[in-house]
């Protein structure tokens, strides 16, 4: 994805001001092997939730497959409207590699890390600036998630966000050894 | 005479002249006057852009939207509603060349030959003249037939949108009366010039083509608008005040670009938010704003790019006022940025001028500093003293981009260069979707 010498620099300073080498190809649970196959979100997955939108996007180089959710909760009351992003990577490193990629779009220069923000998620997780995450971005095994409110105003992402990582945690205690490949 | 003729000839014409003064006189009734000197027309189809390989003489490729293709005829018979039957005009390459449409009749009996057609009305397309059409076993030779736009007005006002009416008449059989045919509606946009990329003319059909979704908001927004610069201040202004879009204060992250992570703009996302405030929500970032500024001015014919500046370290930001900020401040992230995205002219170089729809900027003599006079960016060039030494001076007078947005200092102004397109962005011209 990237080609020349400004964005070659530019990405090399997003890892450090990431500390990208202190986390990079480590697991929480299981080994740097584990890979979730076509994980995808279906509608009964996330009780509460109701699923809006579910489209395929072009994977990148790093990645099998990329898919956009939209959610809503499934109370009418409510008008928070959640977008995820699933990347599903060829490895647990290209998940961290694609999380560089994801952040380096960001006009941030940094993000907390999401334990700072009361959100413990995923082997690596960063959230949003401000008083609440209305944002949330983390890498579970091989599969990378980014979090995006599209409403304005304050609508945590936390509670979902820690949905969508027990979701993807379940689908790997289901088939451990098959996932430790 | 039996109805299955039709006469012609002078004494037809004086017999039918006589009977058309009877009628008016109220001593012949219509349908007697219709049996002997007229004929049952149909107007079949109507082609707007009958040559796809070229837009001087005719209308541009377009389509609705991603999944919608447009042909011709854009017009056919039962279509009621004018955005049914849309059609685009480039200014630039129908200057000075005849423009013509396309009709196809048919006509009952069969053995009728002509007949003389013209429709009033038409608003920036104009009338069109009366025409003799010839037919052959009941069907307009050619099968479609040319009408020239005699009277358009392409160009005087601008980049436009109208929906045109047509009353087409018609008289046969040499009868002097002319007969309501149909009224046909259009939906008529007319842009600069040739749209450019991501817009693309050929092939057609493409995905790519210009979208009609998209140029009812690109010509209502530029509308009136006589060049490029102009056009794409226009849009600039309109994306950044009119559209209820707010600064990611959060992170600064995009969210109406994705695919190879910032490689395609959801343009079928952002168009439903335009429509009913869904879509992918209103919060953007300068990426969405960069790239929604080049996609909407180029589809009226600008030819702008969504391009970098910053540094490796990024840059440190004067207090601005973000899309949607009631007031002048730092994003939410803090007085800096990792890189900025806008839409940019020509090189993306120094002496560029650029349209930043993301943000306004403080216009005064010290942008450095409270009070704050806000200007829009549009056509500003990026820096007219990029090799200055540090701190400049105030009073500031340059209308110079990146010093009214950076802090005056090496942190600031000194890390804010040009750095070009993101690489997987189709050179700052990302393909819509």
């Not at chain 1, 996007?57 to 008008?79: C, D, K």
Request: charged share 20%; proline share 5%; aromatic share 10%.
């Amino acid at each position: 994805m990237i080609d020349n010498e400004a964005d070659d620099a530019y990405r090399n300073q997003v890892k450090l001001n990431y500390q990208f080498s202190s986390w990079a190809g480590q697991t929480k649970v299981g080994n740097s092997n584990v890979r979730l196959l076509d994980f995808r979100i279906e509608s009964e997955d996330l009780q509460g939730w109701k699923l809006e939108e579910k489209e395929e996007l072009p994977p990148g180089t790093r990645q099998q497959r990329v898919f956009r959710y939209i959610h809503s909760p499934a109370r009418e009351s409510s008008n928070q409207r959640y977008v995820s992003t699933i990347f599903e990577c060829s490895s647990v490193f290209d998940a961290h590699e694609t999380l560089i990629d994801v952040v380096m779009t960001y006009m941030a220069r940094k993000l907390p890390r999401c334990e700072t923000r009361g959100l413990e998620i995923g082997d690596i997780c960063f959230g949003s600036h401000g008083e609440v995450n209305l944002s949330v971005i983390f890498a579970r095994f091989n599969i990378l998630v980014e979090i995006q409110s599209a409403i304005p105003g304050l609508a945590p992402v936390n509670a979902f966000a820690g949905n969508v990582d027990s979701l993807i945690l379940s689908r790997y205690s289901r088939n451990k050894e098959f996932h430790e490949g | 005479m039996s109805s299955n003729e039709c006469r012609s000839g002078c004494l037809h014409t004086l017999f039918c002249w006589l009977l058309s003064i009877l009628r008016i006189l109220h001593l012949v009734s219509k349908k007697f006057y219709r049996k002997h000197c007229s004929c049952d027309l149909k107007l079949v189809a109507i082609s707007f852009n009958h040559n796809s390989s070229a837009l001087t003489a005719d209308a541009i490729n377009v389509r609705k939207n991603f999944t919608t293709t447009i042909s011709a005829p854009e017009w056919t018979a039962g279509k009621t509603v004018a955005t049914d039957s849309p059609a685009a005009y480039a200014i630039k390459e129908t200057q000075g060349h005849k423009i013509t449409i396309k009709a196809k009749f048919t006509i009952s009996p069969n053995s009728a030959t002509q007949a003389e057609i013209k429709a009033e009305g038409g608003g920036v397309l104009g009338s069109l003249d009366p025409q003799i059409v010839a037919f052959a076993n009941g069907v307009s030779v050619p099968e479609f037939v040319s009408f020239e736009l005699h009277h358009h007005t392409i160009g005087n006002d601008g980049i436009k949108l109208e929906d045109i009416t047509w009353n087409w008449k018609y008289r046969c059989c040499g009868g002097s009366e002319w007969e309501p045919l149909q009224t046909t509606h259009h939906r008529i946009y007319v842009i600069l010039e040739e749209p450019k990329l991501p817009w693309k003319q050929q092939p057609f059909p493409d995905a790519q083509n210009p979208w009609t979704d998209a140029l009812d908001y690109a010509c209502a927004w530029a509308a009136g608008q006589k060049n490029r610069d102009d056009a794409a201040s226009a849009i600039t202004k309109q994306i950044n005040a009119n559209l209820g879009l707010v600064y990611d204060n959060a992170l600064g992250a995009s969210h109406y670009t994705s695919g190879g992570l910032v490689a395609l703009f959801e343009l079928t996302q952002f168009l439903t938010y335009l429509k009913n405030g869904t879509g992918l929500g209103n919060i953007v970032n300068c990426t969405d704003c960069a790239t929604i500024t080049t996609t909407f001015s180029n589809l009226v014919g600008c030819d702008l790019h969504a391009s970098k500046m910053g540094s490796a370290f990024g840059f440190d930001l004067t207090p601005f006022r973000g899309i949607g900020a009631a007031g002048f401040g730092c994003p939410g992230f803090g007085c800096g940025f990792s890189y900025h995205e806008v839409a940019w002219k020509g090189g993306h170089g120094n002496a560029d001028p650029l349209f930043d729809a993301c943000l306004r900027v403080d216009g005064d003599t010290n942008p450095w500093a409270a009070p704050y006079a806000e200007i829009f960016p549009v056509n500003i060039v990026f820096s007219t003293n990029p090799g200055a030494p540090l701190p400049l001076a105030v009073p500031f007078n340059a209308q110079s981009y990146k010093e009214r947005l950076c802090t005056n200092d090496a942190g600031g102004i000194g890390s804010c260069n040009p750095i070009g397109p993101w690489p997987n962005s189709s050179n700052g011209r990302r393909p819509v979707k």
